[in-house]
Every structure is written in C-alpha cells, then in structure tokens.
C-alpha cells in the first residue's frame, strides 16, 4: 500500500520503519524542521516495565499549583464546562478495578515495546546512550506499605520486581544522598534508560535507506476519505521550509496513520473523529556529569513527587510533573524548581550547573493524554484513517511495540498484543 504518516516523532518513526520493513511505500509528513522536536525531544528516557505503576496512593489526585506537591495532576487554570468532563473521567479511570486493568495493559504495552526496541537496537547495531537496573525509591514506610500492591500487581504480571531496604538500595546505587531519608526501593530490573531522541534519529537515517520518504516543514491541513478507498491529503509548507512560500498541493494515498499528538485534535474534528486528547505538561532537564561516582548508575524513580533521575551516557537527564491547562508558554519556573529539588535530594553534585563547563537544558514537552489514560492505537471508523496516538507520558516506552502491533493490523494480521483496550472504537472513533 501507498501510506502516510502524519508525524515524526518517535511513535511517528516507529510507525514508518514497520511498515517500510512491510513493503509498504511510506511518505511521513512533519511540521518541523527534523525528528523528533516535540515531545520526544527530551523526555524522561525510562522504558522500563513498571514505572508507569501506580506507586502512591494519590497519584491520580486532581491538585492546583499552590497545593504539597506531589505525584499528581497539577490543575494551572479554572477547567471550562467542557473540561471537567475530561478530568472526571481521567481522575475515574486510576482507581479501583479501572486503574488495575490499566495498569496491567500498559504494563504489557513497555514490556512488549521493550522486546522490540531491542530487537531493532540489535538488528542495526545502533549505538545510543543505554542503562539496566532501576529503583523506585521510597522515602518512608508509609510509601513503602503503598507500593506493595502495585509491587504484587507487577509480580503477578510476571516481572522480578522485588523490595529493598535501604541498606540494599544504598548498595546498589552508591551515590545516593545520605542525608535524605530512605526506607527503601523496589528494583525494575532489565533495561530501563534508553535516549529516545537518538534512537529516533537513528531509526529515521534506517529507515530512510529502507526506502521511506521524509517531508519536513509540511503541514497536512486536510485529510479527506475518498469512497471506496484512499485518502486524500492536502499538503502546506511552513514558512520554514526551504523552498519558501508555496501554494497547497494535494496527494492521494491508500491510507494515513495519524502520529501527530494533540495536533491531531484539530486534525481530525472536520471529520467528525473527536479524539478525547488533553495537553498533559511535562518538563525536563539535561546537565553534563560533574563526577560519574556522584552520579547514578542508572535509574531511579523519587515515588512521592513522580520525579525520575536516570544516567544518559555522560549526562543526567530529571523528568517529572503532570500539569494540565498551560498547553503553550515557557517551562514553568515551580516545575523545574521541583526538578532541581530531587536532583539535589538524591544526587547533590553530580552535574555541572554552572561555572565554565555548566550547561543545563531546561524543557517542557506537551504529552497527548487520552481521558481514560489509555492510547488510541487501530482503524478508526472512517476507512483508510489509522491512529496511533494518545500514549501520554509513556510515548517512548511502548513507541516501538504500538508501532509493531498496528503493521500488523495493517497488514491483516493479528497483534501479538491484545489491542482491544487502546482500540479507537472504545471511544466511538
């Protein structure tokens, strides 16, 4: 078949590499200017199975800016009439039997794209910034006794997760602050770090001498199913692209996937597709290492304010925080100063924050959050129209198996995953 893609980010790229390996003649179509400029640009990193559980007991609570922080989402404005509704279902879809279904399927998600992730890694000999081994660390026992039952969730799951005291936490990651309280950790084990923009970067150079075509600076402003088949897509240039100024011009392909994130709300209203997507804020920073024995061996994972710390080769990269309601706009100053806080929490001194060879990279990236927290990956109801989106903050951890999965249902075969929960359909697309 003749495909398009609309986006090239990672879960984009992903989605282009399948289905080129497939056969298929693959067009992906991007705003910007390269891959991955948006919210794979400098995520947390973690793809290990398990991060994503429901470590506190209040991780799905609704907080304004000014509340404790926390693990949860940070409401930045008053929600309109129709937001709520959004919101209810979110904060409904992370307790009781919902969020244990939940937390099993995604928890299937990255172990799923883990394998594959590293099938490719393998295959292509890709050398990018990777690490094993990762620690949720658990400040009291209080959040030690909440992390038991996601902790027996994930063995039941079948993943070797076990608990630590803090002794064994300490002895494992040796850098730890020891000034910071402490009860003790649950090790992930396997791979947990991997560098999503240079897996992406490389994946696309792959990909490309597979056959794919790449047009960036484009715009697809229209997408039209045509009856019987096929898809019309109406293409512009940004005023960034090289050739200038141009006027629209149209292409035909047997089908789209759509891979763009919360653009593809606007994307994809004219057709009556009324994806259940809201902006779910997250931000990062990227410092060079001041003294790899102050510096983590890999991952850790702070379970009171959702913070993570996780070793990039020679740099360490803290991620975290949910916020809802400021779709545009700078890096929230609070939000980084959370950061800041839990870097020097667990590891004072193990970057360069200033002074000569101080560079720190501060980013915010807007993450695509469906309303029951699941992703929307399949068919949609109108033909030729497939998506792959809403994957939040797990967008690098379960890219490479979503993209599998839907060549597969593309390809008219059936997944080795069970697509039913992150079908489309779900959700009357």
């Given at each position: 078949m003749?495909?398009?893609?609309?986006?090239?980010?990672?879960?984009?790229?992903s989605c282009a590499?399948?289905?080129?390996?497939?056969?298929?003649e693959?067009?992906?179509?991007?705003?910007?200017?390269?891959?991955?400029?948006?919210?794979?640009?400098?995520n947390g990193a973690?793809?290990?199975?398990?991060?994503?559980?429901?470590w506190?007991?209040?991780?799905?609570?609704?907080?304004?800016?000014w509340?404790?922080?926390?693990?949860?989402l940070?409401?930045?404005r008053?929600p309109?009439a129709?937001?709520?509704?959004?919101?209810?279902?979110w904060r409904k879809?992370?307790?009781?039997p919902?969020?244990?279904?939940?937390?099993?399927?995604?928890?299937?998600?990255?172990?799923?794209?883990?394998?594959?992730?590293?099938?490719?890694?393998?295959?292509y000999?890709?050398e990018?910034?990777?690490?094993?081994?990762?620690?949720?660390?658990?400040?009291?026992?209080?959040?030690?006794?909440?992390?038991?039952?996601?902790?027996?969730?994930?063995?039941?799951?079948?993943?070797?997760?076990?608990?630590?005291?803090?002794?064994?936490?300490?002895t494992?990651e040796?850098?730890?602050?020891?000034?910071?309280?402490l009860?003790?950790?649950?090790?992930?084990?396997?791979?947990?770090?991997?560098?999503c923009?240079?897996?992406?970067?490389l994946?696309r150079?792959?990909?490309?001498?597979?056959?794919?075509?790449?047009e960036?600076?484009?715009?697809?402003s229209?997408?039209?199913?045509?009856?019987?088949?096929?898809?019309?897509?109406t293409?512009?240039?940004?005023?960034?692209?090289?050739?200038?100024?141009?006027?629209?011009?149209g292409?035909?392909?047997?089908?789209?996937?759509?891979?763009?994130g919360?653009?593809?709300?606007?994307?994809?209203?004219?057709?009556?597709l009324?994806?259940?997507?809201?902006?779910?804020?997250?931000?990062?920073?990227?410092?060079?290492?001041?003294?790899?024995?102050?510096?983590?061996?890999?991952?850790?994972?702070?379970?009171?304010?959702g913070?993570?710390?996780?070793?990039?080769?020679?740099r360490?990269?803290?991620?975290?925080?949910?916020?809802?309601?400021?779709e545009?706009g700078?890096?929230?100053?609070?939000?980084?100063?959370?950061?800041?806080?839990?870097?020097?929490?667990?590891?004072?001194?193990?970057?360069?924050?200033?002074?000569p060879?101080?560079?720190?990279?501060e980013?915010?990236?807007?993450?695509?959050?469906?309303?029951?927290?699941?992703?929307l990956?399949?068919?949609?109801?109108?033909?030729?129209?497939?998506?792959?989106?809403?994957?939040?903050?797990?967008?690098?951890?379960?890219?490479?198996?979503?993209?599998?999965?839907?060549?597969?249902?593309m390809?008219?075969?059936?997944p080795?995953?069970?697509?039913?929960?992150?079908?489309?359909?779900?959700?009357?697309?």
């Amino acid at each position: 078949m003749k495909i398009a893609i609309v986006g090239a980010g990672v879960v984009g790229i992903s989605c282009a590499h399948e289905l080129t390996v497939e056969g298929h003649e693959v067009t992906v179509f991007e705003r910007r200017s390269t891959v991955a400029e948006e919210a794979s640009f400098a995520n947390g990193a973690l793809i290990a199975p398990g991060w994503t559980a429901p470590w506190t007991v209040d991780h799905q609570r609704l907080a304004w800016p000014w509340s404790s922080q926390g693990a949860r989402l940070k409401l930045s404005r008053l929600p309109s009439a129709g937001e709520w509704g959004w919101l209810r279902q979110w904060r409904k879809a992370g307790q009781g039997p919902q969020c244990v279904s939940n937390h099993a399927q995604i928890h299937r998600w990255l172990r799923y794209s883990q394998e594959r992730q590293q099938a490719i890694t393998d295959q292509y000999q890709f050398e990018h910034d990777r690490s094993h081994g990762m620690l949720v660390l658990l400040r009291t026992e209080q959040e030690a006794t909440a992390a038991n039952t996601p902790l027996q969730q994930l063995r039941d799951l079948g993943l070797a997760a076990r608990m630590l005291s803090a002794e064994e936490t300490r002895t494992l990651e040796p850098s730890l602050n020891a000034e910071t309280p402490l009860h003790g950790a649950v090790e992930l084990g396997g791979e947990a770090v991997a560098n999503c923009r240079k897996f992406a970067v490389l994946l696309r150079a792959q990909t490309q001498r597979l056959g794919c075509q790449f047009e960036f600076n484009t715009i697809v402003s229209r997408i039209e199913p045509q009856p019987g088949s096929g898809v019309n897509l109406t293409l512009t240039l940004t005023a960034s692209h090289p050739g200038g100024a141009s006027s629209d011009r149209g292409a035909r392909f047997d089908a789209v996937v759509i891979c763009a994130g919360l653009a593809a709300v606007g994307m994809l209203a004219p057709l009556g597709l009324r994806l259940p997507l809201q902006a779910v804020v997250g931000h990062s920073l990227s410092a060079a290492v001041r003294e790899p024995m102050d510096a983590p061996q890999s991952a850790v994972l702070d379970a009171r304010h959702g913070i993570s710390i996780a070793r990039l080769g020679q740099r360490v990269r803290v991620a975290g925080g949910a916020e809802w309601g400021r779709e545009s706009g700078a890096p929230s100053k609070a939000a980084l100063q959370r950061l800041y806080s839990a870097l020097a929490d667990w590891f004072p001194g193990a970057v360069r924050l200033g002074g000569p060879a101080g560079s720190v990279q501060e980013w915010r990236g807007v993450q695509a959050t469906a309303s029951d927290g699941m992703p929307l990956i399949g068919a949609s109801r109108l033909p030729g129209i497939w998506l792959n989106l809403g994957h939040g903050q797990a967008g690098w951890s379960v890219a490479c198996g979503a993209a599998r999965a839907l060549a597969d249902r593309m390809g008219g075969r059936a997944p080795d995953i069970d697509l039913a929960a992150s079908s489309p359909q779900r959700c009357g697309l």
